[in-house]
């Protein structure tokens, strides 16, 4: 492999934990969502340099399903369920943005010591790609956990699902059929969560899950 | 088409009738037709596999049906050790089913009894036969979970829902047992066939583990102390033919379970598995019979006895195991014999014995026999047969249940042979333990018929009981002829037991048939020989002979006078004996230790009209050494637990985020 296109993949897959890293302190809604958008265009740049250099072309319909869902249809989907549930103004601090960033980077460091340990014959381009993924799998799991708000809880499993997909293309061979069929079930997650938002906004004048919480009548 | 096509074929035609039985449980005429099916499918098997037993013993017939796991397909086995215990299952079976034609008649609910029946009977028949772990496994489970259904069939009665729960508790633990036995029986490679499992050799320490993991599984199914709690709950619970099933024969289907595992598929043994079986067989026994007589439910006792019997099998299994270990096959044999002998024995009585229970029971309504009493008069042929069957079991010549506590004392009697020092101590130490349970089992059985059958009766219920219908009688004097044919003909059984002994040992006990007068010899006729038919005669010469002297030379007049109550102004039936009184010598001999019986009198003062006490305090002390904790650290456990129902979505979220960092961390930081 030449330097090049692995330096390239690297500073992509790289780039998008950097991105992970962003949602992490993002506090209001818009600004989460636009870096969830931005994430997504760099998984779209990511798989397609992926395919390049793998000479995969069924990658770069991945490439483009990522950057037409992903980056447009999903953020403009959650743009406008957050105007009409009217929270674009709401803050949200369920853990400090300082913990959380610690938190953040000490799952990186154990997401690559921990592949880099168990992959030593593996190809380095996959390796690097597959620990740069678990760390964005884990930043995902990260941000739902530390939301309070359903609608970023979404975005922290739509970020999730972009670390899976990295994987996916960062391993030789994968067929184009595993990677659409999670696309869509994604998609209809996806759709399945915005109409859940909406009832239980119907229900509860609110999207704070702790709103069920009070409604089970169980403490925090 | 091979020979065990036609069990199989008959296992068929039994889920068929359970099938079928569920579609005409409602109707009026149910009840004859799914005994009638059952009586004929099981009678048709067992004349095969008698047949098949006595035609071709060598014989051995396999098939593999497309059922199961993929690779191996469910394959099913009839051998000579199969083939005996299919005698035993469909014996029983068609015993059952002749007695369910007329006691089905006041089943309250037959719709919760008559599809699970047949389905039991399948099930059973079905482990004998397998000859894959999955299949067995697999039947294994069916079997157990049929009968728990006939356990919960009368749910609605005191105390039957916790035996069911109890029951599920235990046969889950067996079978987890079992499929972890099997999993190490089938190595790493995997290979789940009984015929796989044959041809390995497993290690030392697998072999220990195995037989450990069986003497759980198997032995909870069968009883053997400390894991029989549930079987005194569970096989009263269900209807008396079915109590008879279970205990008669699905004890038997855990020991072929054992056997088969541990006789045949392990391969040789170590001398001390001898000594782990024989020892606890002994305990099972001593403290089985132990329980039975303290206690005053008939069916109960019942099936407290059944785990007294299934002690002095598994001390046989372990006595034969010890031979086998030791290069003594002539020996080994003996014992094997003996076991398979009781097996078949104890299938016969106890089936008799409950068949009778349930008589009773449907006579007057009654188990507790605090309220039985002088049913003799009143159900004449049920207590002539109940008396058989009680004369059986407490190994009384010439009757069937002596002649293979016979062969066992013999076996033991050869202990002196054994070169382990540990075996020459533990044989004639467990020996003295079959002994002792043997007499007290007799005291139980007195009891047992004393209290229920004798005296007066002690409820009204009893003064207007009247005698079963023909098909329950049909059905136990069946039984109680097989009793006295097995005990005086025993060398025809000994003989028909060879080919088992021929295939698991390699030896066989001497051929009985060619010995004169239809004595049996087990080893040579200088040391032993018994002859039960000699035994017979000479008991119904006697006894015809007192009979004729006392009715020809005594005098003809009757008289009646007023029985001695022991000083006692005002005799009525509770003045009598009753089941705890007769007990209670025995209560004070073993009872400390066993139970921890405590007595207390509580005399009042002087010039006070209160009434002196007597109080009896016992404790189950199996149940509160091993079982109380347990239930109690479960329950610590669930209720410590309990407030992880109510979490927060975000709190079950970072609970599953914290595990898998937690897990993640074990992988990276793992050497």
Not at chain 1, 3 to 30: C, E, K, P
Not at chain 1, 127 to 140: C, K, N, T, V, Y
Not at chain 2, 225 to 239: E, Y
Request: proline share 5%; with cysteine.
């Amino acid at each position: 492999m030449n330097g090049l296109t692995f330096d390239i993949a690297h500073l992509l897959a790289g780039g998008l934990v950097l991105v992970s890293f962003m949602m992490l302190y993002q506090d209001r809604l818009f600004a989460l969502i636009n870096v969830f958008a931005l994430h997504a265009i760099v998984l779209a740049l990511s798989v397609a340099w992926q395919a390049y250099i793998q000479d995969a072309h069924h990658l770069y319909v991945t490439a483009a399903i990522a950057l037409i869902f992903k980056a447009l249809v999903i953020p403009v989907g959650l743009h406008r369920i957050i105007h009409r549930l009217g929270i674009h103004r709401d803050i949200e601090t369920a853990v400090g943005i300082g913990p959380t960033m610690l938190a953040g980077i000490g799952l990186v460091t154990l997401s690559m010591v921990l592949m880099l340990r168990v992959t030593p014959e593996a190809d380095p381009l996959a390796r690097e790609d597959l620990a740069f993924a678990l760390s964005i799998i884990l930043l995902g799991l990260l941000v739902m956990v530390t939301r309070r708000n359903a609608v970023s809880q979404v975005v922290g499993f739509m970020s999730l699902e972009n670390g899976l997909v990295l994987a996916a293309t960062g391993a030789k061979g994968m067929p184009l059929v595993v990677e659409i069929s999670v696309a869509f079930s994604i998609l209809i997650a996806f759709i399945v969560i915005g109409v859940f938002l909406f009832r239980i906004r119907e229900r509860f004048d609110s999207v704070d899950v702790g709103a069920l919480d009070d409604y089970r009548g169980e403490r925090r | 088409m091979s020979v065990v096509a036609l069990p199989l074929w008959g296992v068929a035609a039994l889920l068929g009738t359970a099938i079928a039985a569920v579609a005409i449980g409602r109707r009026g005429s149910a009840t004859q037709l799914v005994y009638g099916a059952t009586l004929a499918i099981s009678a048709v098997v067992l004349v095969i596999v008698t047949g098949e037993l006595v035609g071709d013993p060598a014989g051995v017939s396999a098939v593999t049906l497309p059922l199961g796991l993929p690779w191996i397909g469910a394959q099913f086995r009839l051998d000579a050790l199969s083939a005996f215990f299919l005698l035993v299952v469909n014996l029983g079976g068609a015993a059952a089913s002749l007695y369910g034609l007329g006691y089905g008649h006041h089943e309250p609910a037959p719709g919760r009894v008559l599809p699970f029946f047949p389905a039991f009977l399948a099930g059973m028949n079905l482990v004998v036969l397998a000859n894959d772990a999955f299949s067995f496994l697999l039947s294994w489970e069916f079997m157990s979970l049929a009968s728990w259904a006939l356990v919960m069939a009368h749910h609605r009665e005191q105390d039957n829902t916790r035996a069911g729960y109890i029951y599920l508790v235990m046969a889950s633990f067996g079978t987890l047992a079992l499929l972890l036995a099997f999993g190490l029986l089938a190595g790493l490679g995997g290979t789940y066939t009984f015929d796989a499992m044959r041809a390995a050799e497993p290690s030392q320490f697998v072999a220990a583990a195995v037989l450990g993991l069986m003497l759980l599984g198997a032995g909870s199914k069968a009883g053997l102390v400390p894991l029989h709690v549930w079987l005194p709950l569970a096989h009263p619970a269900a209807p008396s033919h079915v109590s008879a099933l279970m205990s008669g024969v699905m004890t038997k289907v855990a020991v072929y379970g054992f056997i088969r595992v541990i006789f045949d598929l392990l391969g040789e043994p170590a001398w001390w598995s001898g000594v782990v079986v024989l020892s606890l067989g002994g305990l099972t026994a001593v403290l089985g019979i132990l329980y039975a007589l303290l206690e005053k439910d008939l069916k109960r006792l019942l099936a407290y006895s059944t785990i007294e019997n299934i002690g002095v099998i598994f001390a046989s299994l372990g006595l034969a195991l010890a031979f086998k270990a030791n290069a003594m096959p002539s020996a080994a044999a003996l014992a094997l014999t003996a076991a398979l002998f009781h097996v078949l024995n104890h299938s016969f009585f106890k089936s008799l014995l409950f068949f009778g229970a349930g008589a009773v029971l449907t006579a007057t309504g009654e188990r507790d026999m605090e309220k039985l009493g002088g049913l003799i008069h009143r159900m004449p042929l049920t207590s002539f047969v109940f008396l058989v069957g009680c004369v059986s079991i407490s190994a009384l010549p010439p009757f069937n249940g002596f002649v293979s506590e016979w062969l066992a004392f013999q076996a033991i009697l050869q202990s002196p042979d054994l070169p382990q020092w540990g075996l020459k101590v533990m044989v004639p130490a467990v020996g003295g333990l079959l002994a002792l349970s043997a007499a007290l089992a007799a005291a139980c059985f007195v009891k047992a018929f004393g209290i229920t059958f004798l005296g007066r009766p002690r409820s009204a219920a009893v003064e207007h009981a009247h005698e079963v219908d023909r098909y329950s009688l049909a059905a136990m004097f069946a039984l109680a002829a097989l009793c006295l044919l097995a005990g005086i003909l025993p060398g025809l059984v000994i003989d028909g037991l060879s080919p088992v002994t021929l295939s698991l040992i390699g030896n066989r006990m001497p051929v009985q048939l060619a010995q004169p007068w239809l004595s049996i010899v087990p080893i040579g006729e200088s040391r032993s020989s018994y002859n039960g038919l000699l035994v017979f005669v000479f008991i119904a010469i006697s006894a015809s002979l007192a009979a004729f002297v006392i009715h020809r030379f005594a005098s003809h007049a009757l008289r009646r006078g007023p029985a001695w109550g022991c000083g006692f102004p005002d005799i009525t039936p509770a003045a009598q004996y009753t089941a705890v009184s007769f007990a209670q010598p025995i209560r004070r001999v073993f009872g400390t230790f066993a139970f921890r019986a405590r007595e207390r009198v509580e005399m009042p003062p002087p010039g006070a009209t209160a009434p002196a006490r007597l109080d009896v305090e016992v404790h189950d002390v199996v149940w509160e050494t091993f079982y109380q904790p347990i239930t109690g650290a479960i329950g610590f456990a669930t209720e410590k637990l309990n407030h992880l129902q109510f979490l927060t979505i975000r709190r079950y979220l970072t609970l599953v985020f914290l595990f898998l960092v937690t897990l993640l961390l074990v992988l990276a930081l793992w050497p």
